[in-house]
Structures are given as C-alpha cells and as structure tokens.
C-alpha cells in the first residue's frame, strides 16, 4: 500500500509540474517555438521570373508589397496586397499604390488575382491620394479593410480641371506633407470580393503619443474588440524614430485609445502582425527590426503590455530553400502570420525585394520542441 500511494503521489507530482512547467513555458511564450520552414527552390527562380506559382505572388507590370490574409467560409484563402505601376518606380508606394485581392485554394496559393478593391485615387473621401499597408480582420461576419492614405485636405485643392494633386506637385511636397500626412483608414464589405465601402474620415491620425504619421496599421478583433497596432515617428525624440503603439476600440472606425509605452523601443521597429494563439493564451506579434537582420516575436497576455517573447528572434532576414541553399534577399519585410482555427501560426507571408524585383512569399511554418516541452 506504501508503494502504491508513493507510486501515486510521483505521478501526480509529475502531472502538477508538468503544468505548471506548460503554463511558465506559454507565459515566456516557448510553448512549439516557431520556425520557417525551407520552400521549393523553384520558387526563387519563379520570383526572379515574375511569374506566378505556388509560394510567390507576383506581377510583371507592378511593384508588390504588404500582404494580409484570411481564411474565408467558402475554404479559400483571400489575400489583400499592395501593388503599384513598376513605371512609377519602387518608391512609387507613398504616391501611386492600390490595394489587390487575389484568392487560392491553399495558403501557398497559386493566388489568382481579381482585381483592386481600394483604388490609388479617390476623389470623395479624406484619402484622396494612395491606398497602401493593408490589414484584414473579420468581425461579426464583417470584413474590416484598414490602410493608409495622404490626408491632403488644407494642402491640395481640387478644381474641376485639376481633381488630383500632378505628379510634379507630389514630388515637390513629398519629403514633407506627401509623408507626414498619411493616416489609416478603414473599408468594410460582406464578403472578400467587395465592393468595400470606405469610411468617410480616418481611424488613425497622428496623435500625441507618435506624430508626423499614423502607418502600418495591424488589427486583430476578438471579444469584442478590437487591437490595432500601429506605427508612427516617436514623439518623445527628435527627428525620425519608428515606433509602434497598440490601441483598443470597440467599433472598427474607433476611436481607438493608444497606450503611451511603445510595444518595444529598443530600437526602430515597424511592419506588425497580430494574431492570438487560444493554445498558449497569448497575443502575439512579429516585427520588422530596422537595422538588423531579424525579424522579431513579442507576446502579451492582454493585448496592452508587450514583452520579448523566448526566443526573440522569429527569423532572420533569409528564406531556406530545399536545395539546402540560402536566399538572402536585399530586404525581407511586412511579415503577416496566417494561422489555424485555434490562433496556431501556420504560415508567414514575406514582403521581398531583390536585383529590381519585388513579391511576396507564403513559407510554412514548422513547431519545434523547447527545453521545457
């Protein structure tokens, strides 16, 4: 009998620290750390030939960026992705960029691509000039389509023979009002195709806690609410330095109140995604690092105070392929995590740019095994 209640006592000794260790493990955010995996090889050479194929989304005849997803009832996937005219050149996304859709099968496509949902030019509306940075989200069986635009009301004015700002006028103000007056918007529709009815001012404008601008918006609805990571210049330095904030609002056009602490500011950061993982009871984030070779992984259990997640670095700024070689492009961006039913990260999409050509790529996942799991 002595045996058998020691035998019993270890076991659930055994059970108790394992919890606990499962529950210490999702709280550092550990629990199935995630890692690309490699993709086709063929995919590098299906990138450089801007043709379309699995694992790449590609235009000949437009640059492409910033790519957002989501799982729709009728079992595609439906992306939404910024896209300009290559004759505009790659810095042609502040002035001359709309916002695709395109729909696959399967996360790594091939996506085919249906046509702009928010146009680069719209006369009506605060967003006169640009539509770029999209971010999805579904909320109540509506789809919520954020992006940014230049806010040009007080600079520009419109006249009959004149309803849009010339190029000449845009590159004469750029530096200054062009990129300083850009604010995030919202569009909603019933389904992905649209037709998306954008709302009539901005979500997001520059506000005391970042200024100059509101980009690169993030959003997450759930229980009612919904998170919107954003980023903007850091008000509490001189010059340019890239911060990003999470605000909370109850309806999709806001208003949404920003926290004053930056979810990380060790260094210039921007180009967030939010998604929350129901498994480890975390919200969670990849970012774009500035000046380093990363991409990096930041958890909350709230949604409103951030931290490091273990380890911090998602990725670095490469792409594995099957052949065992390494790609390294001149700039991997604009990661969007799609994940499962349960909020498990299952792919990422990267925004690439490489010898004048541009895309995005869809790479799985893979879940390894922590020390404490």
């Not at 806690?209 to 997450?220: E, T």
Request: proline share 6%; with cysteine; charged share 20%.
């Amino acid at each position: 009998m002595k045996n058998q209640f020691s035998a019993v006592l270890l076991a659930l000794l055994f059970v108790t620290g394992s919890a606990v260790a499962e529950v210490e493990t999702a709280k550092k955010g550990l629990a199935g750390v995630m890692s690309p995996a490699p993709i086709p090889a063929v995919t590098q050479e299906h990138f450089f030939r801007q043709s379309a194929a699995a694992h790449v989304l590609v235009d000949p005849d437009y640059y492409i960026w910033c790519l957002t997803a989501l799982r729709w009832k009728d079992g595609k996937i439906h992306v939404y992705y910024s896209r300009w005219p290559k004759a505009k050149g790659f810095g042609g996304w502040l002035t001359d960029c709309e916002i695709a859709h395109a729909v696959a099968d399967r996360p790594e496509g091939p996506f085919k691509t249906t046509g702009t949902v928010i146009a680069s030019r719209h006369l009506d509306g605060w967003d006169i000039v640009n539509a770029h940075n999209p971010s999805v989200c579904v909320a109540e069986g509506k789809i919520y389509l954020y992006y940014i635009s230049n806010k040009l009301r007080g600079d520009f004015t419109a006249t009959h023979e004149q309803p849009y700002p010339s190029d000449a006028w845009l590159k004469n103000n750029l530096s200054d009002i062009v990129r300083n007056r850009q604010c995030i918007g919202v569009a909603s529709a019933d389904n992905p195709l649209g037709p998306f009815v954008r709302a009539p001012e901005p979500v997001v404008e520059p506000q005391k806690q970042f200024k100059n601008i509101a980009v690169n918006p993030a959003v997450l609805y759930r229980n009612g609410t919904f998170v919107m990571i954003a980023k903007g210049d850091d008000s509490r330095r001189n010059g340019t330095f890239r911060i990003q904030l999470v605000g909370h609002a109850k309806k999709a056009e806001g208003p949404f109140l920003f926290q004053e602490q930056p979810i990380y500011d060790k260094a210039q950061t921007e180009d967030a995604c939010i998604w929350y993982d129901s498994n480890e009871r975390l919200y969670q984030c990849v970012i774009h690092v500035l000046g380093k070779p990363v991409l990096a992984h930041l958890v909350s259990e709230d949604s409103f105070t951030w931290r490091e997640a273990e380890p911090f670095t998602f990725m670095q700024k490469q792409l594995e392929l099957s052949d065992g070689k390494t790609w390294k492009p001149q700039r991997v961006e604009r990661p969007f995590i799609l994940a499962d039913g349960n909020g498990r990260a299952t792919w990422v999409y990267l925004a690439i740019f490489d010898k004048a050509k541009s895309g995005n790529i869809a790479v799985p996942l893979n879940r390894g095994k922590t020390e404490n799991n």
